[in-house]
């Protein structure tokens, strides 16, 4: 078995090439490989600030576009293994538009502040957070492993 990623692109400002969708792949299959999770399936859609803004607000009750959004699925029957079906792992949604303002502000490519974004939201759905500064250190970290084991260093 294997990661499976759905791809959609919900927003119109941001033209989506061909090598943002692999880039998103990649980042979610490195990310799985250095975790061990050797299946799952996961959505990654990509919209533009007002409907993160109002999934922000819905979900989270801040009053505030954001960059990455993620909601893990935590199935509540898992499936024995031999079943052959891979589990929900969950959604990510990333707001491309603010990517490519953070990769300018930031002064990176928009390659990788996807793949940050991606990397992070991925981790968020396998139980990374970083509410304390021990768990920020933790994830921070790892988001970074993954990014140089897939030649985005800064």
Same mark, same amino acid.
């Given at each position: 078995m %294997? &990661? @499976?990623?759905?791809?959609?692109? /919900?927003? *119109? %400002?941001? %033209?989506? !090439?061909?090598?943002? @969708?692999?880039? &998103?792949?990649t980042a979610i299959a490195q990310t799985a490989t250095m975790e061990r999770v050797q299946a799952g399936e996961v959505s990654v859609t990509l919209v533009d600030d007002a409907? &993160?803004?109002?999934?922000?607000?819905?979900?989270?009750?801040?009053?505030? !576009? @954001?960059?990455?959004l993620s909601f893990p699925q935590g199935d509540d029957f898992p499936l024995p293994e031999e079943s052959g079906v891979a589990p929900l792992l969950?959604? &990510?949604v990333i707001s491309? !538009?603010?990517?490519? /303002?953070?990769? *300018? %502000?930031?002064g990176h490519s928009l390659e990788r502040e996807l793949a940050f974004l991606t990397t992070h939201g991925f981790l968020h759905l396998l139980g990374y957070d970083h509410q304390t500064e021990a /768990?920020?250190?933790?994830?921070?970290?790892?988001?970074?492993?993954?990014?140089?084991a897939i030649g985005l260093t800064r």
């Open positions: %294997s &990661i @499976t990623v759905h791809i959609n692109n /919900e927003q *119109e %400002s941001v %033209s989506v !090439p061909d090598r943002f @969708t692999a880039l &998103i792949r409907r &993160i803004h109002a999934l922000n607000e819905a979900y989270r009750q801040v009053d505030r !576009p @954001t960059d990455v969950g959604d &990510i491309l !538009p603010r990517a490519k /303002e953070q990769a *300018e %502000s930031y /768990e920020e250190k933790q994830m921070f970290r790892r988001q970074e492993d993954v990014l140089a």
